[in-house]
Nanobody, 122 residues
Framework: QVQLVESGGGLAQPGGSLRLSCLTY????????MTWYRQARGKERELVAT????????NYAEAVKGRFTISRDNAKSTVYLQMNSLRPEDTAVYYC???????????????RGQGTRVTVSS
């Protein structure tokens, strides 16, 4: 059974840090690029950061560049999001996503976790 289990969310003060983890089960983690998304209340979901399946390429939303770092450990089937210099506007539910892909004529669906809430407030 496929599971993506996020953890590490909570309350942080502005300027503080949190580290999110997403432990995965039930699929070949090392074949999937992984993405962190977030959705603030009343807003659309937005991409935060993406990492390639082997971890050699990353991309970030402009709003988090220089503050957030995405990483992964394929031996542990886990992706991380280190969040530094947090701002109130980072408040959202953060989701990890295994990005579906196609290889040749075969396509593989993506998966998403249930999310972890991050609140940045003094």
């Amino acid at each position: 059974q496929v599971q993506l289990v996020e953890s590490g969310g909570g309350l942080a003060q502005p300027g503080g840090s949190l580290r999110l983890s997403c432990l995965t089960y039930g699929f070949t983690f090392s074949r999937y690029a992984m993405t962190w998304y977030r959705q603030a209340r009343g807003k659309e979901r937005e991409l935060v950061a993406t990492i390639s399946n082997v971890g050699d390429s990353t991309n970030y939303a402009e709003a988090v560049k220089g503050r957030f770092t995405i990483s992964r450990d394929n031996a542990k089937s886990t992706v991380y999001l280190q969040m530094n210099s947090l701002r109130p506007e980072d408040t959202a539910v953060y989701y990890c996503n295994a990005d579906g892909y196609c290889k040749g004529s075969a396509c593989f669906r993506g998966y998403r976790g249930q999310g972890t809430r991050v609140t940045v407030s003094s």
